[in-house]
Structures are given as C-alpha cells and as structure tokens.
C-alpha cells in the first residue's frame, strides 16, 4: 500500500471508529509495523496542524484518535447546543492528581493522603471516565484499585503519563503534598482547558468524616 493511500485509510478507521483506537489494532487491520504506522500518523498530524484544519489526529499513550481542534471547541458548542461540563472542583482535582501521580491506588490510599473520605468524590471521576478500575490489590479484603483513563490524558492535552509536570518535591507528605500534587494538574489545565498488580499492602487509615458535593 502506498504512503499516501495508507494515510487515507487511517484517516477512514480512526473517522469511523469515533474512539481511541490501539496501535496494535491499527497494524493488524492495515497490514503494517510498528515504525511505519507511527510514521504515516505522524506524517498526519503534521499535515493537519500545518493547514489548520478542524480536526487533528491525537496519540493517547499507545492509541490513536481523531478528534475536533480545540481552538473551534466554541463554534462546535455553539453549532450542536451541546452544554459544556463542568469544570472539576477542588476536591475532584486533588483526588484527580493522587492518582495520577501513584496509580493504581486504592480509595483508602487516597484517603489518607487527603485525611477525608474520598468515596463521593471518586465516584464522580468515574462518572467523567477521569479514572477507571485497575484490578485488585493482593492483600487481605482485596480492595479495588483505581488509575487515570484515556479520556484523562485527552482531557489534559498528554499523550502519556510520562508528560506530567514534575513533582516540585516528592518528600513531602499529607497535605502539603496534595497541595503540590493539585498545583501541577492545575499548571495543565491553564495550558489546557478541560472540555467542560501487586505490591506493599497500603495501611489502612482511621475512619473519616464523610465528604460532601
């Protein structure tokens, strides 16, 4: 298959699948490897920023999707009278950049770096598909683990976790490092307006006043 033929059928998958697609899905069902698919989307991601075109082509850790140019966000809102989410509270970013930056962690875990109970909370990112379950941690009662989705990196303009800010000092502890943890999601979402396993057991913390919306 040509280059140019093989841009046009990512293009067509990535269109029709109207979601994050992986990369190992792409090669299988275009007959490609890994360099050459990376290069084509590549080569279409320059060509859609350079003509400024209404859609760009967006790598999501090892994904791919298209999906409308931020900078017509208004026009589509305005067009499709669709209403724009809202923005994350405090609490909701504070949980959000917990696990971010430890996933996967179990509720109580953020818990206890919060100090409040985090259930409500938690729910809510769910609800906005932020984070996601992450299987279950190999200790007695199993508790749920939970990390950040794709919508998550979408949301915040990363193609992988590994474009999070640093942390300013990761030895910190309790609430000051929330603070820390919130302050470099919030540096994010100034660049980037959010569209409206096994391991050590995790102690468990004292019980919690229960936080409200």
């Known amino acids: 298959m040509e280059i140019k033929e093989l841009e ?3 293009e067509g998958v990535l269109f029709a699948a109207g979601e994050p697609v992986p990369v190992e899905r792409l090669c299988l069902g275009l007959e490609v490897d890994r ?10 991601m320059d060509q859609y920023s350079y003509d400024r075109r209404g859609i760009r082509l967006v790598k999501l850790d090892t994904s791919y999707q298209l999906c409308s ?10 067009t499709l009278e669709s209403r724009k989410p809202a923005r994350l ?25 919060r100090g409040v109970d985090s259930s409500y909370t938690m729910g809510l ?3 906005r598909e932020l984070i996601e379950e992450a299987g279950r941690l190999a200790v007695p009662g ?4 939970f990390k950040t989705t794709k919508n998550f990196l979408r949301s915040f303009g990363l193609s992988s976790l590994d474009e999070l ?8 502890e309790g ?8 302050a470099s999601l919030a540096r994010l979402r100034e660049a980037e307006t959010l569209e409206e396993g096994e391991g050590e057991a995790q102690p468990e913390p004292p019980e919690l006043p229960a936080e409200g919306p």
């Open 69 to 78: 140019a931020p900078e017509f966000a208004g026009y589509i809102r305005k």
């Open 175 to 182: 609430s000051q490092l929330t603070l820390e943890l919130e």
């Open 35 to 44: 360099p050459t698919l990376d290069a084509v989307a590549q080569r279409l």
């Open 142 to 145: 199993r508790p749920v683990q």
């Open 8 to 10: 046009s059928a990512l």
């Open 165 to 172: 800010p640093e942390l300013p000092n990761q030895s910190q």
């Open 125 to 127: 990112l769910l609800e």
């Open 89 to 113: 509270s405090q609490p909701a970013l504070e949980v959000l950049s917990i696990i971010a930056y430890y996933q996967p962690v179990t509720r109580a875990y953020v818990d206890q770096v």
